[in-house]
């Protein structure tokens, strides 16, 4: 998770044609504990104005709700050792599906929460701006995957991988599904284009504008987090997850999620930010429309053809 | 399965031990020398004007009532997704009358100028 950070410098400073943290250890693979140790000795601010309680909670309830998502991604088949069933990940859940999008969305109070208690004006619309948006591209985020939930016919993560092992991956039985989940995963995990919330030209850093040291460290691993998870997610549900040809499936699982994750980054490195009324307009005018289209033309088309 | 909900547990438990773990012991090991003057919400080298604690913008509570509306039909989608082989056409026809129930409204608050932004 930490190397995210290292991935993403690198990759963002060979787009932009220098080298990116290269001192820190061979590579600059040190450099990720050099900054962790860092903000673990920096003065934890909290403001006179913020709230007691809520203020240091906030980055702690969006680590949290970014860690749990994760526990339903399966890793790999389930396997049988000495009769028990063990599954290929942490948890293989009837109802992985929903539990993902459950839990993931609890993050949004970590935002708000965060904006809120800050007692500051930037934290406050940064906060606002982070919850609005979340809410709104989280629809999408269900529509696209209640599509591919159809297809599937089941809400177990494990299944639905099972189910692209045999036939074909969703991606090509669901393409536009799929466009709708990358731009709401995008979306939802505030990463460019869509990094409204923490606007540094017109919010200074949105919610975290007052947030340092470990808390504000807090918020920042939650995004990666977030990211890994989305990416994770765009793996299992339209790529057949950890299915794949001669290696083992946590090797699939890695290298198609790797796939995901230099997506994010390549996106930040090229697109500008959108205007916020630009970004719900197109969540509430386009895209909402377009799952609610993709989703009843898929039910039609698998009433018919089973 | 409840065996499942075990790992889910311990995992989340595991999340909390981390995210607790972390800050104790950066409480453990960071300075904190505060002042009045570093304790003040931030602004750009000026005095802040007024409280945060402010009036914000109605459209923030439109867009959570379209939000709730919505999230809860997207919620029911998920066990009627699941169990569409077994409803066949009935299941078909019934989400439709729903979805253009919603739509109805949606389109209503569409003209009403709800999902207007600027």
């Known amino acids: 998770?930490?190397?995210?950070?290292?991935?993403?410098?690198?990759?963002?400073?060979?787009?932009?044609?220098?080298?990116?943290?290269?001192?820190?250890?061979?590579?600059?693979?040190?450099?990720?504990?050099?900054?962790?140790?860092?903000?673990?000795?920096?003065?934890?601010?909290?403001?006179?104005?913020?709230?007691?309680?809520?203020?240091?909670?906030?980055?702690?309830?969006?680590l949290f709700a970014?860690?749990?998502?994760?526990?339903?991604?399966?890793?790999?088949?389930?396997?049988?050792?000495?009769?028990?069933?063990?599954?290929?990940?942490i948890a293989n859940l009837q109802v992985g599906l929903l539990y993902l999008v459950g839990i993931s969305s609890l993050g949004v109070y970590g935002l708000v929460l965060g904006g809120w208690s800050s007692g500051s004006k930037y934290s406050l619309i940064g906060g606002l701006?982070?919850?609005?948006?979340?809410?709104?591209?989280?629809?999408?985020?269900?529509?696209?995957?209640?599509?591919?939930?159809?297809?599937?016919g089941t809400l177990s993560l494990e299944g639905v991988v099972g189910g692209q092992a045999n036939g074909l991956p969703y991606v090509i039985l669901q393409p536009v599904a799929f466009l709708l989940y990358l731009v709401a995963a995008v979306a939802e995990t505030n990463r460019a284009p869509f990094d409204l919330p923490e606007a540094d030209t017109e919010?200074?850093?949105?919610?975290h504008t007052e947030y340092g040291g470990m808390r504000f460290a807090m918020f920042f691993i939650a995004e990666y987090v977030n990211v890994i998870t989305v990416s994770a997610l765009a793996a299992t549900m339209f790529f057949a997850g950890w299915s794949g040809p001669f290696l083992p499936g946590p090797h699939w699982l890695f290298i198609k999620m790797l796939a995901f994750l230099f997506l994010f980054v390549w996106l930040r490195a090229t697109l500008?930010?959108?205007r916020y009324d630009q970004l719900m307009r197109l969540s509430w005018s386009v895209l909402l429309p377009l799952a609610l289209i993709n989703l009843l033309a898929t039910a039609v088309v698998v009433a018919v053809t089973r | 399965m409840p065996t499942n909900y075990i790992g889910i547990g311990l995992f989340i438990l595991v999340g909390m031990g981390f995210t607790g773990a972390t800050f104790a012991a950066a409480a453990l090991i960071r300075p904190s020398n505060p002042n009045p003057i570093k304790l003040e919400p931030y602004e750009c080298g000026v005095p802040g004007v007024g409280d945060a604690r402010d009036r914000f913008h109605i459209r923030y509570y439109v867009l959570a009532m379209l939000y709730l509306v919505f999230d809860l039909e997207?919620?029911?989608?998920?066990?009627?997704?699941?169990?569409?082989?077994?409803?066949?056409?009935?299941?078909?026809?019934?989400?439709?009358v729903f979805v253009a129930i919603l739509l109805i409204g949606y389109f209503y608050a569409w003209k009403k100028g709800a999902l207007d932004w600027v």
């Open chain 1, 203 to 207: 919010l200074v850093a949105g919610y």
């Open chain 2, 74 to 96: 997207v919620v029911f989608l998920y066990p009627w997704a699941v169990q569409y082989d077994k409803l066949g056409l009935f299941g078909l026809m019934e989400m439709l």
């Open chain 1, 129 to 152: 701006r982070a919850a609005a948006q979340v809410v709104s591209y989280e629809l999408i985020l269900g529509l696209a995957l209640v599509s591919v939930a159809l297809v599937a």
């Open chain 1, 1 to 62: 998770m930490a190397y995210m950070t290292w991935f993403e410098r690198r990759v963002i400073g060979r787009l932009q044609v220098r080298l990116g943290p290269n001192r820190v250890g061979i590579g600059g693979l040190l450099q990720p504990l050099a900054d962790a140790l860092k903000l673990f000795f920096k003065e934890d601010v909290r403001p006179a104005r913020a709230d007691r309680i809520l203020f240091p909670l906030a980055p702690a309830i969006s």
């Open chain 1, 272 to 274: 500008p930010r959108l």
């Open chain 1, 66 to 89: 970014a860690l749990a998502a994760f526990a339903v991604i399966p890793f790999g088949p389930t396997t049988r050792i000495a009769g028990v069933e063990v599954p290929g990940g």
